[in-house]
């Protein structure tokens, strides 16, 4: 029981995930800095950004459905954290398995976009209107070459347990073998995240924060955790099903740390995309893409 609640609340769950998030959040930045020649934020800047948020007053904009209002923050963190269960953080087995998580994991993920895009339409603000469109649009740009993208190593493996997937990669870099899959998968990655050049529904300087812009205190905090949370797990997953499965654990953190850089550098190249762009190429050339992936793979030519 006590095992239980350690793993639950702090390891490999809970508090270290949201420590994680934090910490990677403040790479990506500073990675980002550094490439485009800044000194970007200190070390303990995500912490302090968190800290501020939850100590503020979380004011609810007048005829918004309340219950929704707060809720949907703690929806989608807790969505976050539930997918943990299901993922190999760390190199290490994942805490829960069960036939077809994979489909539950990716879903699971997806609660953050659903609910920033309801966040939006009930605030009822013509720039959170405008951000709760643009989100919910963009879901369906890259939301399944994403899930397309995870399933090819499924393929490989025979199964959608990402536990048994793991198993079945034994150490192969599939990133040689399906590199369009894997492509795929961190631009979709992206797009879940909504980084740069795919964060149209949050233009600063068009739409303020866009689908979050009435949101302050407690529930932009929870947004922004969740937003973290889910970009170590994508990572995660990226990772163990393209550069070789589990590994020891300091070997896996350098993968992971590779796949960060390589989103920062993605970042810090293309400027922002327009959310017409983003929906009528990624989907049209994303998706078919990864269907003559998928193609090959049925064909045997690589399993």
């Known amino acids: ?20 998030g934090m ?5 990506d930045r500073k990675l980002l800095a550094r490439l485009q020649n800044r000194l970007g934020p ?13 100590a503020k007053e979380e004011v609810v904009p007048a005829g918004v459905n309340r219950l929704l209002f707060v809720g949907l923050p703690v929806v989608a963190l807790a969505g ?14 994942p805490a829960a398995s069960f036939p077809g998580d994979l489909v539950v994991t990716v879903y699971l993920l997806s609660l953050l976009t659903l609910c920033t895009g309801l966040a939006g339409a009930n605030s009822g603000g013509r720039f959170s209107l405008l951000g709760a469109t ?4 963009q879901l369906f740009a890259y939301e399944a070459p994403f ?21 079945g990669i034994n150490g192969r870099w599939l990133l040689f073998t399906q590199p369009i899959g894997f492509l795929v998968a961190l631009i979709g990655l992206m797009g879940k995240l909504e980084m740069p050049p795919f964060d149209a529904p949050e233009a600063e300087t068009e739409i303020v924060a866009g689908a979050l812009t009435e949101y302050s ?3 932009l905090a929870l947004f922004y955790l969740g937003r973290s949370v889910e970009m170590v797990l994508g990572l ?3 990772a163990a099903f393209y550069l070789g499965g589990l590994s020891n654990p300091v070997a896996f953190l350098l993968k992971t740390l590779g796949l960060l850089l390589f989103i920062a550098i993605v970042q810090s190249l293309m400027a922002r995309l327009r959310i017409d762009q983003t929906v009528g190429l990624w989907w049209r050339y994303g998706a078919l893409l990864v269907l003559l992936q998928w193609l090959v793979l049925w064909g045997g030519r690589w399993l």
């Open 80 to 93: 976050a954290l539930t997918a943990v269960l299901y993922i190999p953080l760390w190199g290490l087995p």
């Open 23 to 27: 910490a990677f959040t403040w790479l």
């Open 217 to 219: 205190g407690r529930g």
């Open 1 to 20: 029981m006590i095992s239980d609640l350690t793993t639950l609340l702090f390891f490999p769950g809970g508090l270290s995930m949201l420590l994680a």
């Open 147 to 167: 899930l397309m993208a995870l399933m090819g190593p499924a393929l490989v493996a025979g199964s959608w347990q990402i536990a048994l997937i793991t198993a």
């Open 134 to 137: 643009r989100t919910l649009t």
């Open 42 to 54: 200190r070390w303990f800047q995500p912490l302090a950004d968190m800290v501020k948020l939850l």
């Open 236 to 238: 995660t997953l990226v």
